[in-house]
């Protein structure tokens, strides 16, 4: 069976998140990055069922973008992933979910998988659009928001997680694209020996001109915090001083302290 | 301009979210038609046409056939917006319908302005504009961002819709909420717990906050899904909506998700050593200060 786990690089969320000079997505300068949180799950679900599989099955990483994200690739491998495939691309946070998705398949419609995992949507850009739209472009069942996952049989069972803790429980045969929520398992933290295993892995890159590319359906064109509301009282400074302050105001403010 | 807006039912239940469809709608100035599937005895207030295919036959969950109905309904009314709530139905769906016209799919939408569309990201803690390259878009809104003051009057024009009931995605149906012990919905005051505390050890800090103020301990996600806190103290879209009259938020981001469950606090602090963290946006009292240093002396001063 042929596996196929799709991931994001992001910047750490808790960043101070400044403009680019063109003004429509964040400045690079002080960000560190890793792997989108939603993507560590539809890696370690990718890779358990690698596990359960066993032999003659087989698990490749793709990711988009500069040169830094193969460092992320690297731990997808390090997790467990057999392969990793770099698709080229530094301007590709300049593409629309569209665009993203399409290169995923140009990559992925010759290559039969059976399966694809991908989070549920990235951390950065949070459109939850382009797992979705990849298993339409292939023709491939899908099914989102996974918070349990199994396969049997050719077919695969799921739960899905819905507002207010329900969740649907829905099946489909294969090949198929599902996309993975927080808390569907925990994700490993790659061991050393496994770490000195992926350097020997192999990671295809492929430079994104050499595929096919779609125009965009839409641009993003500007990137700014949230206007603030105001209103809240800041306090800031040595800590026994902003407690005895918070009392105070608490006091005044509410009626849970008497 | 015309907006089909399409709505959800769920174990029989037409959600009220559509209404803030309607005020999404309102906002750009749209005609309005309704798409669902649904129950032609539990329809929405409102005057205009409903596009109406039954729920029984195609059920609460088939995002193959409930693509294809919509589809149906879009070809007939020829919408400039096909508007689907932010939620675990319309992320589902959306990207399904754009992806088969291929027309452009805004997510998330918390405003709009001359024709461009502001959404978040970074977690919430920004915003970016978006505009569509093409005349027909599918829209996503995020719940909570648009609010009608009325629900509308009216008995809807129904239109039936039908399409080829086969399908490949078998929905099994519900699983239950898990029982809660605890019951967050009454508590007046609420201590929660978020990722800035660290470790599952220092839950027991918070825990200390939450009885010195005679409250409960709620909880973020991440906490839960860590297993550092039980489900049942989530607080969040996923978890419990709750409204007590103090609800402190410790080292806790505000995800939109988060916020939607406890935004109808009457008076909110949140304690994080992150100012850009978006909780601070609808804090009465930010305490900007690491939390595993400032709550034990709050609850040393409180047990005063």
């Known amino acids: 069976m042929k596996l196929l786990v799709c991931i994001k690089q992001v910047p750490d969320m808790d960043s101070h998140f400044k403009a680019n000079e063109s003004g429509d997505w964040f400045s690079e300068t002080d960000l560190a990055y890793r792997m989108n949180e939603y993507d560590e799950y539809a890696v370690e679900q990718a890779v358990q069922l690698r596990e359960q599989l066993g032999e003659g099955s087989d698990l490749t990483v793709l990711s988009i973008g500069p040169d830094r994200v193969v460092e992320t690739i690297k731990k997808a491998l390090a997790m467990g992933c057999d392969r990793g495939v770099h698709i080229q691309d530094p301007y590709v946070h300049k593409k629309d979910p569209w665009q993203v998705a399409s290169i995923i398949v140009s990559y992925a419609q010759d290559k039969k998988f059976d399966l694809i995992f991908t989070g549920m949507q990235s951390?950065?850009?949070?459109?939850?659009?382009?797992?979705?739209?990849?298993?339409?472009?292939?023709?491939?069942?899908?099914?989102?928001?996974?918070?349990?996952?199994?396969?049997?049989?050719?077919?695969?069972?799921?739960?899905?997680?819905?507002?207010?803790?329900?969740?649907?429980?829905?099946?489909?045969?294969?090949?198929?694209?599902?996309?993975?929520?927080?808390?569907?398992?925990?994700?490993?933290?790659?061991?050393?020996?496994?770490?000195?295993?992926?350097?020997?892995?192999?990671?295809?890159?492929?430079?994104?001109?050499?595929?096919?590319?779609?125009?965009?359906?839409?641009s993003s064109n500007r990137f700014y915090p949230p206007i603030k509301r105001g209103g809240g009282v800041v306090l800031e400074g040595e800590v026994a001083d902003i407690a005895e302050k918070l009392i105070g105001i608490l006091k005044e403010k509410t009626t849970v302290l008497r | 301009m015309k907006a089909l807006l399409v709505g959800e039912y769920r174990e029989g239940k037409l959600l009220d979210t559509i209404y803030e469809l309607v005020a999404f709608a309102g906002k750009t100035g749209a005609d309005t038609a309704f798409c669902l599937i649904g129950d032609a005895k539990n329809v929405p207030n409102f005057g205009g046409t409903l596009y109406l295919a039954d729920v029984v036959k195609y059920g609460e969950y088939n995002p193959d056939l409930h693509k294809k109905l919509i589809l149906a309904a879009i070809k007939i009314e020829n919408p400039d917006f096909v508007v689907f709530s932010h939620s675990s139905y319309g992320w589902d769906l959306a990207p399904r319908v754009a992806a088969n016209l291929k027309i452009a799919?805004?997510?998330?939408?918390?405003?709009?302005?001359?024709?461009?569309?502001?959404?978040?990201?970074?977690?919430?803690?920004?915003?970016?504009?978006?505009?569509?390259?093409?005349?027909r878009v599918v829209i996503t809104v995020q719940s909570g961002a648009f609010s009608i003051q009325k629900v509308p009057q009216g008995i809807p024009t129904v239109v039936a819709l039908d399409v080829d009931c086969a399908s490949k995605i078998e929905f099994l149906g519900y699983e239950p909420v898990e029982a809660k012990d605890v019951d967050l919905g009454k508590a007046e005051v609420i201590v929660s717990a978020g990722r800035g505390i660290g470790k599952k050890d220092n839950v027991q800090v918070i825990a200390a906050l939450a009885k010195a103020l005679g409250g409960e301990l709620g909880a973020s996600r991440p906490v839960v899904d860590a297993g550092w806190v039980e489900h049942s103290h989530q607080v969040g879209t996923t978890g419990q909506t709750v409204s007590p009259k103090l609800y402190v938020a410790c080292g806790i981001s505000g995800a939109i998700q988060h916020l939607a469950g406890m935004k109808k606090t009457d008076f909110i602090v949140a304690i994080n050593k992150d100012k850009d963290a978006p909780i601070g946006e609808i804090a009465d009292v930010f305490v900007i200060a690491d939390v595993m240093q400032f709550v034990p002396v709050l609850t040393a001063k409180l047990l005063k």
């Open chain 1, 123 to 218: 951390q950065d850009r949070g459109s939850a659009q382009v797992g979705v739209t990849v298993a339409e472009l292939l023709d491939y069942n899908s099914v989102t928001t996974l918070v349990d996952f199994e396969y049997a049989d050719g077919a695969i069972k799921v739960k899905r997680e819905l507002e207010g803790g329900l969740k649907g429980v829905v099946r489909m045969r294969l090949p198929a694209l599902v996309t993975c929520q927080l808390g569907l398992n925990v994700p490993r933290y790659p061991t050393l020996p496994n770490i000195m295993k992926a350097k020997r892995k192999e990671i295809e890159a492929v430079s994104v001109s050499s595929i096919p590319n779609e125009e965009p359906l839409a």
């Open chain 2, 105 to 135: 799919q805004i997510s998330e939408v918390v405003d709009i302005n001359d024709g461009s569309f502001e959404v978040g990201c970074c977690n919430g803690k920004m915003r970016r504009t978006v505009k569509p390259a093409t005349n």
